[in-house]
């Protein structure tokens, strides 16, 4: 039974610390939404988002009154929209007026973002599916708040490489859509493998068709307070390392699970998930990157920080599942650039690179994500550098995505602002060799032999 008193015990990571609720999610069904008349379904999802979110953030900013715990974020997430619009949308512009729906409701509740502008072609793509792929671009330039997110493989029915080389096209559109905005579109966007359906973390956040009407999940992030845990345990073995970790993972999960059932109770809405990501700012202090140069690297991209990684992400799972019996969602170490100022230091100090960031993401919570790469970057390459993290996951079973920048006008070496959460970053180098002819051949690439397990 979890009490006020857990809370009081982690008071010094709250105010020392940086812990925090990165986010309280609430996933909203929008399948009974659907309609053959656009305007009568757009209608339905503004009352329906309206409805069942009105006291989303009043709810989220009482407790953390209440409890004195910081919750950064109040977002929504909506089943995939390639699934509603099917039978109303017949192209890229009626898919943007759902786009402007969203926002509208977003912005009317008072939430940070809304997810869920997503479509699932794993393993085909729907004339709904596709158009709502094309109308990302500009659903992502004329909306504030929207995030979209596109899972374009799985382990269960392999790469579809038709929805990769399209999605190389549209990462590279949105980034031309918003460049007065250092394409920042391309922030509320990325592209999945093995996506999962709770995840409450933007962009990729959607709810998914197995959930409940409505539900609450949860997102705490506290790279902060394992940084300074660790800071106790230098010069010991990977034992006490370990146990280190996994201890202090339990305590910020227990946070995550009084603030989860208490929205629950006061929003009459199940709970669902506690995702324990280790969800670094560009603040100094707060940062995965630092966690990992405390466990002994000099720079994140020394040899060893793979396997140093996979510790980490190993242990905070540990940690996490002993503390809530829901954990879900991604629940690991994310490695974003433009939000960790110590990845940052690493990009500029030369120590990392792309390729080494993909070989971590092998053993991380998600991907290659909120990386800036130059805005001449082609269509293929983008599409190539998706294949590839699509790959990783499909053959592990594991989640990946991709949230790249091709920041229009931008070269490498150059600096780029997002602002907020978002931070900045450095622009990137990728690999300039062509792969056009590999994604252009089409078709799928077909599951790995042990995703044959009926």
Known sequence: MLNLFEV?????????????????????????????????????????????????????ESIARDFGVPIVNKRISVTPIGLIGGCACKSPKDFVTIAKTLDRAANKVGVNFIGGYSALVSKGMTAADENLIRSIPEALACTERVCSSVNVASTRTGLNMDAVRLMGEVVLETAKATSKQ??????????FCNAPDD??????????????????????????VVKVALEKARGEN?????????????????????????????LGIPFGIIDLSLAPTPAVGDSVAEILEEIGLERVGAPGTTAA??????????????????VGGLSGAFIPVSEDQGMIDAVTAQALTIEKLEAMTCVCSVGLDMIAIPGDT?????????????????????????????????????????????????????????????????????????SFKN
Not at 309 to 326: C, F, R, T, W
């Open 309 to 326: 990684l996979a510790m980490l992400n190993d242990q905070v799972k540990k940690g996490g599942v002993m503390a809530s019996s829901y």
């Open 182 to 191: 250092d394409s920042l579109g391309c922030a509320k966007l990325v592209v």
């Open 378 to 450: 082609s269509a293929s390459t983008i599409s190539g550098i998706i294949a590839d993290e699509a790959a990783i996951g499909m053959i592990n079973q594991k989640t990946t995505a991709v949230r790249v920048i091709p920041v229009i006008g931008k070269k490498v070496g150059d600096t780029v602002e997002f602002g907020g959460l978002l931070g900045y970053a450095p622009v990137m180098p990728v690999n300039r060799f062509s792969c056009e002819k590999f994604v252009n051949r089409g078709g799928r690439i077909p599951a790995p032999i042990h």
């Open 8 to 60: 009081i015990e982690t008071n010094n990571m709250i105010e020392h610390e940086r812990l925090d609720v990165r986010t309280i999610t609430m996933g909203i069904s929008l399948l009974d939404c659907c309609d053959s008349d656009l305007n009568k379904l757009n209608e339905k999802i503004y009352e329906k988002i309206t409805k069942y979110a009105s006291k989303l953030v009043e709810t989220g």
């Open 199 to 224: 995840n409450p973390f933007m962009a990729g956040a959607f709810h998914g068709v197995t959930e409940e009407d409505a539900i609450i999940n949860v997102g705490v992030s506290g790279p902060g």
């Open 238 to 266: 990977f034992e006490v390392l370990c146990e280190t970790i996994k201890k202090t993972a339990f305590k910020i999960t227990r946070v995550g699970q009084l603030v989860a059932q208490e929205a629950s109770k006061r």
